[in-house]
DNA sequence: CTGTTAGCGCGTTCAC
DNA sequence: GTGAACGCGCTAACAG
């Protein structure tokens, strides 16, 4: 209650309040195993802490640990959508629940070099959409960045953690185009080289869905945002008998779309569209857009659960279901 | 060069290399005044940090300083646009260069409240998209942050550090219309309540915009992201002699649109829309969007140049010329 | 068992 | 230009 705080509340008023020392103070506050503090007097530190609003100096615990409770994540320079804003909003909650702090960090190259960044913030873990050098993995490692993980990119020795929900995705598209009786499809792919380690495991996973669904592998185009350019390849995939595509995102379907009216044509019955994300004018498209969305909180349940395996130096925990991705169906497919 | 990391690098170890003591490391590296450092002691001491990559530890130095480097932008949980994405990586660029870190914190629910974020980053400043109590603030200010700004809200005493780019906004709608030589203008208001921060003084710039012009001032409906519903819209607006309409963004925009072709009308001629923000699904409306893109370069640049006066005690710089905004013509209007 | 004393981690800054 | 103390939380060693 009494919050009138007019400097910070150290754990040193802390234990002058409790008639503790400071020692027990920190004891008590983390719960340290192998000490053991009676109840009346963890009730009164505790009581103490609380009345004070006391919390502890990041700072200070950092410097002696080594370490902060930032998990740092960095963002690459090109545009991402809002699905990646609402999976870092539900990492930041899922990463909070296990004592974590996430701080984002939106690259630009007026910036400094990202080494900056680490060194300063000494953060527990580090997430980033892009690569990193080998020569910057050893050295964040060595100044005790617990993990290092690169969400996408080249499926190196072990495949990306985000990997495996792109790669959902595209199945599915594939499978709900299959399911409605296609059997030539196409593929959308974007226009920005920078979006391809997103955009290739969704398209693997949609060649995965063909496989299975025992259709020929789809006929790839690339397809920029421009109704002209659009048309050219909606009437490309035409002559090679296609009958539906998959498209890289909710972004490119709809210039698939726009491709379809400007070639005189209608979706579904000449092209069926199935697009990615359900952005909000997805609905909007004519016509609306069938689409594939993710369930971003069980994303973020699951990097979060990474990400604490990996400080507390435990095993990472199962990958995420084939069920965090789901049809949204609209009169587009 | 030789940057075979193992440990931290601290100031001792650049200190013991230079052959000074660590007072005169600090001296030099931070360009102390009123320290008088001969130019060969100086020399040794860079060249040894640099040597060494020595990078001085956040930790160390926010602890005995009491606040650190970091610039805390507390986003809304609220759905914030790739405008708004934009600004943050421009806004980390101009940070960047002033020797300040953004770390942006995603809100949700899940979270812990933001006293505890604050409390734990110490940062300088903390901007945020949402209003601060009172108690917050002066224990904010108490804990030694410089800054703490509520981007937008309602106007009270001063108006908000994003209110004035918001204005000319909605201003440059109207007079875009205006100039087309429509008298008779519609406002599209959205669905959401939460986005009123930004939609009020957007709107209130339509409506300067409007008396500006010498025209009425706007019938404003609120569109949801429906075409049904937007028919509606557009129907109650034909019927009041509305020819054109300023939406409050592109999604909004884009919902006019499809209102006006789900009413059996076409655009421009039977309703002219204008959107805001220039999304890239913008030129795959149909028809193509004509809409306002504001330049967030500059409103970052002005932001930080906000943050460092601040910090440093200095008086806040002069707001953003008028022509940070800019019309982007398409077929819409 | 319960709790205390003491020193560390690292950059900053005052006094000599 | 240097020695030394400081800011604050953690934890090994130790006393009651």
């Keep these: 209650m009494a919050e009138r705080n007019t400097k910070r509340v150290t754990s040193a008023d802390v234990a002058r309040m409790a008639g503790v020392s400071r020692a027990t103070?920190?004891?008590?506050?983390?719960?340290?195993?192998?000490?053991?503090?009676?109840?009346?007097?963890?009730?009164?530190?505790?009581?103490?802490?609380?009345?004070?609003?006391?919390?502890?100096?990041?700072?200070?615990?950092t410097l002696r640990t080594g370490?902060?409770?930032v998990v740092l994540c960095l963002l690459p320079d090109w545009p991402i959508g809002s699905e990646v804003g609402a999976l870092l909003t539900h990492l930041s909650g899922a990463l909070a629940r296990r004592g974590l702090t996430l701080?984002?960090?939106?690259?630009?190259?007026?910036?400094?070099?990202?080494?900056?960044l680490w060194k300063v913030l000494t953060p527990a873990a580090v997430l980033a959409f892009e690569e990193f050098s080998f020569a910057e993995i050893t050295a964040m490692r060595a100044a005790g960045v617990a993990l290092v993980v690169a969400l996408v990119g080249p499926a190196r020795p072990e495949p990306r953690e985000l990997h495996l929900s792109q790669r959902l995705v595209g199945r599915l598209q594939a499978e709900h185009l299959a399911g409605l009786g296609h059997t030539r499809l196409?593929?959308?792919?974007?226009?920005?080289?920078?979006?391809?380690?997103?955009?290739?495991?969704?398209?693997?996973?949609?060649?995965?869905?063909?496989?299975?669904?025992?259709?020929?592998?789809?006929?790839?185009?690339?397809?920029?945002?421009?109704?002209?350019?659009?048309?050219?390849?909606?009437?490309?995939?035409?002559?090679?008998?296609?009958?539906?595509?998959?498209?890289?995102?909710?972004?490119?379907?709809?210039?698939?779309?726009?491709?379809?009216?400007?070639?005189?044509?209608?979706?579904?019955?000449?092209?069926a569209v199935i697009g990615v994300d359900d952005i909000p004018v997805a609905r909007l498209a004519e016509p609306p857009l069938t689409t594939v969305t993710t369930d971003q909180a069980?994303?973020?349940?699951?990097?979060?659960?990474?990400?604490?395996?990996?400080?507390?130096?435990?095993?990472?925990?199962?990958?995420?279901?084939?069920?965090?991705?789901?049809?949204?169906?609209?009169?587009?497919?």
Tied chains: 1, 2.
């Excluded at 004891?27 to 006391?54: C, E, F, K, M």
């Excluded at 080289?193 to 495991?201: K, N, T, V």
């Design 25 to 61: 103070v920190s004891y008590v506050l983390n719960d340290t195993p192998h000490q053991t503090i009676s109840a009346g007097t963890r009730g009164r530190v505790l009581d103490a802490a609380a009345s004070l609003g006391y919390a502890p100096s990041a700072a200070a615990r």
């Design 67 to 69: 370490r902060s409770d």
């Design 103 to 116: 701080a984002v960090h939106p690259a630009s190259r007026e910036d400094r070099p990202i080494s900056e």
């Design 186 to 271: 196409g593929y959308a792919y974007p226009d920005d080289d920078r979006l391809r380690y997103f955009a290739d495991p969704r398209l693997a996973g949609t060649r995965e869905g063909c496989v299975d669904q025992g259709l020929a592998q789809p006929e790839v185009r690339t397809v920029p945002l421009d109704p002209a350019t659009a048309a050219e390849a909606v009437t490309a995939w035409r002559a090679a008998g296609v009958t539906a595509v998959c498209a890289y995102n909710d972004e490119v379907a709809m210039a698939v779309l726009a491709g379809v009216r400007r070639a005189g044509l209608n979706a579904p019955v000449d092209l």
């Design 298 to 333: 069980a994303v973020a349940v699951h990097l979060a659960g990474t990400v604490e395996a990996a400080i507390a130096g435990r095993p990472a925990p199962a990958p995420v279901p084939a069920d965090v991705v789901r049809v949204v169906r609209r009169e587009s497919a």
